[in-house]
């Protein structure tokens, strides 16, 4: 199995209007983060002339497909959920190699679009909009939901089959056809989600495939046969999109972007909670999530203790083959990741930090050869408009312990930056619980729990740099959708809202 799916996507192809198109003369490799020398396949660098091809083919589709019953639109969400069950080991295993996540997480986050793909499934049978009162009792009036048209699906290499199937199973539910743009990173498993679709009977031209860098989701975005733009990834482009999307009347952008989550531990934390819930929000996809936290606020009477357990405990992390199921996490994405967050790290020790654990690059046996890092841990202290290193995102093993004196300063730090994605409380105190809960800006919150770990029956997306109001998942039913009031007469005369006469 595992065998045919590296086979099946060594030729990296757009999929355009239900043909599988190339091979291309123009290709970019996609490397295993673990190891440079394995090579996943080769894929073509999609063009402007393919993304237009692409968005042609979905508006074509777009009208038969709207027009079939919602219920059968859901029923082939069920064949899909059919063949990734039976592909789970082996989406895992690819998703691995390519991408570097552990094969734990891998086959979590196989799970996690599976149940996506179940919840688009049931909704098909749910209601799609609502009944409502009229003033005339012959009146009937309904709100009832309409597909904006064609959606374009901008994805990063972190989440590469969960997060393309939050945004395309609620749109394609919903009567939209997409374009799907995988990252340039993980293009082989973007492509096997897309070969999935097609088993499952998708018709031509619902879901379309192009490979390739920036300049096709310029194209793409640029494009006003886009009715709709979903993009998960940094806060530069999504509002570049936003700004290239501006002048067009008919243009939706749901954008979930960075994040510098956080962990408040309050002085009532269970220690060894407290512990568990930072380190895996910290360190799970070594830091790579939008949703990982960059920072850990700490009550100063239990700071010590819980900064002594946390990096003992983080020392003990296995980082190595993703592959290997006893590893905690694998390495980081690529070269450039690791440039960065070095850079980081350097910056906090530049802006003072007190390290606590002296992480880095990992250069021996079985990490030489890919992009391995060790956690950095060190503590720092807020100051408002200070450490860059404790407001910026990182995303990657990089994390402050930031010490408060009291629950309104731990607001205070955890407000004291541009983001707003994902937060965690850890306390027994209901009091202090409902104080974060409402005075943090957050999209996701958490309690006694990491500050990773949605499900998709959910909405999530953040606020201020984070997101623009219109969250991935479940919650995107209302982006890919606008509403629609309908009122039927069923009385043989008119008669008017508001009194109105109707004297002719
Ligand atoms: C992301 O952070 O990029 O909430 C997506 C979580 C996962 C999805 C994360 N369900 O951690």
Redesign the pocket.
Known sequence: MTANIEKSVSTGRHFIGGHWLGPASRTFASASPANAKEQIGAFPHGTKEDADQAVAAARVAFPAWRRQSRIRRAELFDNLAQIVKRETDALAHLMARECGKVITECRA?VV?GLHMIQYVFGTGRMPMGDVLSSEIPEKDAFMRRKPWGVAAVIT?W??PF??PLWMLGPSLLEGNTAIYKPSEDTPAIGQRLVELFEEAGFPPGVVNLVHGEGEVGEALVKNPGVNVVLF?GSYDVGRHIQELSASMYDRIVAC?MG?KSAVIVCEDARLDLAVTCGLISAF??SG?????AGRILVHEKLFDKFAEKLVQTAKRIRIGNPLDSANFTGPVINPGAVEKILRYNDLAKKEGANILLEGGRMSGDGHAAGNFLSPFIYRQTHKTGGPRTIREEVFGPHLALIPFKSNEEAVQIYNDTEYG??MAVITEDFRKMRYFRDECEYG?GYVNLPC?????HLP?GGVKKSGNGHPSAAGLIEAVTHKTAWTVNHAEEVKMAQGLTTQL
Request: aromatic share 8%; charged share 25%.
């Open positions: 986050e996690e990063p972190n989440f969960a997060v998960t979930e994040s799970k996809t790579q999530r939008c949703v990982s994605l994902s996701m990773i770990g949605a499900e998709v999530f």
